[in-house]
């Protein structure tokens, strides 16, 4: 009797082994959630699916989820979900809303995982500048870089042709054809104002009043009760801003307009420039086809020649998204995470997108090498190649100062100044004054 029961264990334990493919280890099922803002359907998005259904192969228990958001929902989810104590494993994210997830400790240092030898690509694929780009106060790098962002004073070359209108050099002649673009029936800017588009030309106007250094003490150092300081330059900028509302560069209403009324209107030649960052040209070219995205080039907006303190050459931009990867879990799933996102952002991946959606969803901030860039408006080169020989960049608003400060300056100062309800010094103190509470509940 006990043989027989001996031997039916033993038994047991055969079949079971056999079950599980002789594997002397146990696999812990584990879903890895990757929050991004890539539409379901797209191109970028589908590529996602077939690389987690590969991941999953050679990563055996580990399921991959995209969950796709748009971008302004995702800001609102990480910021929900952190608190909560349930975050995606892994997720795009802005570096003002990392300061925050990194200043409590939620989210890794990617430090480690660069300096492992089992990932030798991110060092091949980014600059040390690009990879610094990422870096926290205290030392620590928050995320890995995943898109190049770079400002571009966009412009309508057919209407620079027909007026025979050259780019300004200086803020005076920006200002100077603002005014002749009305004697033709045109406006020179047109922003999105409903949706808040002012984020990177409140960058691009602090950096031309104040020297970088300076700009960043305000945005997120040691001088960040300081909006209403001159010598920080951010009542200059907004005084310089006055300047453009005053000499009609915006249209009638643009407050009210949506990015992609804003958008219709370039295309339909009622303005002649767009100050944004480099995912504008695939907007200008779905709304006004191939015809009108060959007329569209790029230009840097120009300096001010009576701010001799500013830093030169320095542009909106650089590598202001990446992916963050959450700290709350195992060590086994932080690195499923960076061999995830080692995909994610290998310039093979973001060559694949192109060719499988024929559209260029943004511009890849590792070292591209060979690259077709016919199929692609003429524009996305000029961007790409301004990202890479830039001198130095400010990230945009919406990045750079703390969220509350950000909102403060995109929904209510500059607002304020285009509809009159507010004066410069008025902006200026409403921007202040959220800092400093800012400050309050930050300690």
Excluded at 369 to 397: C, E, H, I, N, R
Aim: aromatic residues 12%; glycine residues 6%; charged residues 25%.
């Amino acid at each position: 009797m006990k043989r027989t029961v001996s031997f039916i264990c033993l038994l047991a334990v055969l079949l079971s082994s056999a079950f599980a493919g002789g594997s002397k280890e146990t696999v812990k099922p584990h879903e890895l959630r990757f929050l991004v803002p890539s539409t379901a359907g797209s191109a970028q998005y589908e590529l996602m699916q077939e690389k987690a259904k590969e991941f999953s192969k050679t990563h055996p228990g580990v399921t991959v989820f995209i969950d796709a958001q748009p971008t302004a929902q995702i800001r609102t989810k990480l910021t929900v979900e952190f608190a909560a104590g349930n975050p995606p494993s892994t997720s795009w994210c802005v570096l003002n809303y990392m300061r925050e997830f990194m200043k409590d400790n939620k989210i890794v240092d990617w430090r480690p995982i660069y300096d492992n030898p089992k990932h030798p690509e991110f060092r091949r694929w980014y600059s040390e500048t690009i990879l610094e780009g990422s870096r926290y106060k205290d030392g620590r790098l928050m995320s890995v870089p995943h898109e190049a962002s770079m400002d571009g004073l966009f412009y309508n070359k057919e209407i620079f042709d027909k007026y025979g209108w050259k780019l300004p050099k200086t803020w005076d002649e920006l200002l100077a054809l603002a005014k002749e673009a009305r004697s033709k029936g045109l406006y020179l800017l047109v922003t999105g104002g409903k949706d808040m588009r002012f984020a990177w030309m409140a960058s691009a106007l602090l950096i031309r009043t104040t020297s970088l250094q300076k700009a960043n003490e305000l945005a997120m150092g040691s001088a960040m009760n300081k909006w209403n300081d001159p010598a920080y330059g951010f009542p200059k900028a907004m005084a310089k801003f006055a300047e453009l509302v005053k000499a009609e560069a915006f249209p009638p209403g643009v407050l009210g307009l949506s990015a992609n009324e804003a958008d219709q209107m370039f295309a339909r030649g009622q303005v002649a420039m767009y100050y944004e960052g480099a995912w504008k040209p695939l907007n200008f070219l779905s709304v006004g086809g191939p015809e009108f995205i060959k007329k569209v080039q790029r230009a840097d907006l120009p300096p001010m020649t009576d701010m001799p303190e500013a830093t030169p050459g320095i542009n909106v931009g650089g590598t202001i998204v990446g992916y963050i990867i959450a700290s709350n879990q195992t060590k086994e799933q932080i690195e499923n995470c960076a061999d995830w996102l080692k995909i994610m952002v290998d310039p093979e991946f973001w060559k694949a997108v192109t060719k499988k959606g024929g559209a260029m969803p943004f511009l890849p901030a590792g070292r591209l090498g060979d690259f077709d860039w016919s199929p692609f408006p003429a524009v996305m080169k000029q961007l790409y190649d301004a990202f890479q020989t830039a001198k130095g960049f400010a990230p945009s608003m919406d990045t750079w100062a703390p969220p509350a400060v950000d909102l403060a300056i995109k929904k209510t100062a500059m607002p304020g100044i285009i509809s009159g309800e507010f004066t410069v010094e008025k902006a200026v103190a409403e921007v202040q004054r959220v800092a400093e509470e800012y400050l309050k509940t930050a300690k």
